[in-house]
């Protein structure tokens, strides 16, 4: 079964094929991402318009070359699966008409991909995982704690109250005058810092929702607290130094953070999965930091449960993901109609209770 998959809901243009051999485990044939690094980095961060833009130019080539990469054709596909949400609506709808005129061209199976069910899926693909299993979804857009009972089943414990990990990477990355995305050249100035414990008591940071119940984030403090650092800085060129302790001090509170939240979720998942395997995935973008990485698989040593992360390359937004989200519900019969909607925002888990003050990110 092969599945062309599409990605085009923030600042990655990707197209991939996957499919998977006889016993359901996942092969990805092709995944080509192409990352609009330098459209956005003049402005410091993701500009819808220009996103939008950039996937129309770039989605047709990048499909081609997957399909050529794959060494298929059109007529050797299966089905079509496209990214139709949450996002940003511009580059959205780009992905998914372009998904739609090929499924209608071809008379494939037409999939509408939650792109957050790419992520929660990504484990299956690359650790054949069985449900349920316990979730950390990281990402820029999107911070949330989630049961995965099975393809469309999600249960939300937790979500963020303001900004999502990404975000306060991000922007905390931007305070330090790092250049975008913030996130994974703040971990790269972090491992300068040669004495951590020094680092943080220098530039104290609190944890928010630390100790609390519950599975809730917040990062707003976090953020507020790295900004009045920078400013207490001698004014004129920040020392690198200076910035690689407090992104050390910064990047030790977020892996405390996500240690903390997470704890209380493996509890809950402990008490109401009863005789569950006990496993436990981190994904999304963020997934991808190595201090948080390391927090979460002692964490899981601690309480039993095994760690499943995705490889850093599927971490972050790319089609494989999607591509598997749409194999798997190709499987289940799970297939879109043409009038499929482009949805900015798309919740895993639609009966989740609102969290005051969670606005779009709930
Ligand atoms: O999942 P993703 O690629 O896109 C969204 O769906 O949002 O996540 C992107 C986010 C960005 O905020 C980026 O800075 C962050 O993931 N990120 C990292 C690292 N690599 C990517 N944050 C911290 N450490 C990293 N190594
Ligand atoms: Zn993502």
């Excluded at 060494?71 to 580059?91: E, H, R």
């Excluded at 999502?164 to 305070?175: Q, V």
Aim: aromatic share 6%.
């Amino acid at each position: 079964m092969n599945i062309l998959g599409i990605e085009t809901s923030c600042d990655e243009t990707s197209a991939a094929i996957v499919s998977a051999d006889e016993h359901g485990a996942g092969i990805i044939l092709s995944n080509l991402v192409f990352s609009q690094l330098e459209e956005h980095a003049v402005f410091g961060g993701v500009v819808p318009e220009v996103a939008a833009r950039a996937h129309m130019e770039t989605l047709d080539t990048l499909i081609k070359g997957a399909l050529q990469e794959a060494d298929l054709g059109f007529a050797d596909l299966d089905g079509i699966a496209a990214t139709a949400g949450p996002g940003l609506i511009g580059g959205v709808m780009v992905g998914l008409m372009t998904g739609k005129a090929i499924a209608a061209a071809h008379d494939l199976p037409f999939m509408a991909v939650n792109h957050l069910e790419g992520h929660a899926l990504t484990p299956r693909l690359t650790d054949d995982l069985q449900f349920p299993y316990l979730l950390l979804l990281v990402s820029g857009g999107h911070t949330q704690i989630l049961v995965a009972e099975g393809v469309g089943q999600y249960k939300r414990w937790g979500t963020t109250l303001d900004d999502a990990a990404g975000e306060c990477f991000d922007k905390s990355a931007k305070l330090m005058g790092l250049p975008y995305p913030g996130g994974p050249h703040l971990q790269d100035i972090a491992s300068e810092c040669t004495d951590i414990p020094a680092a943080q008591k220098r530039f104290a940071l609190p944890l928010p929702m630390k100790g609390r119940a519950g599975c809730d984030f917040s990062f707003s403090g976090l953020k507020t607290a790295v900004r009045n650092h920078v400013q207490s800085l001698p004014a004129g060129d920040l020392q690198r130094k200076d910035i690689a302790d407090l992104a050390a001090s910064m990047q030790s509170a977020m892996a405390a953070i996500t240690r903390d939240r997470t704890a209380n979720a493996m509890q809950q998942f402990i008490r109401d999965y009863p005789g569950a395997k006990r496993s436990f995935v981190v994904s999304g973008g963020v997934a991808a930091n190595t201090a948080i990485r390391a927090a979460l698989t002692d964490l899981c040593a601690t309480h039993d449960f095994t760690f499943h992360a995705p490889p850093i390359h599927l971490c972050g937004d790319n089609a494989a993901m999607i591509g598997w989200a749409g194999l798997e519900r190709l499987k289940l019969g799970l297939t879109d109609a043409m009038d499929a909607p482009a949805r900015p925002r798309w919740p895993l888990d639609e009966n989740a209770p609102k969290r005051h003050g969670a606005g779009v990110k709930a």
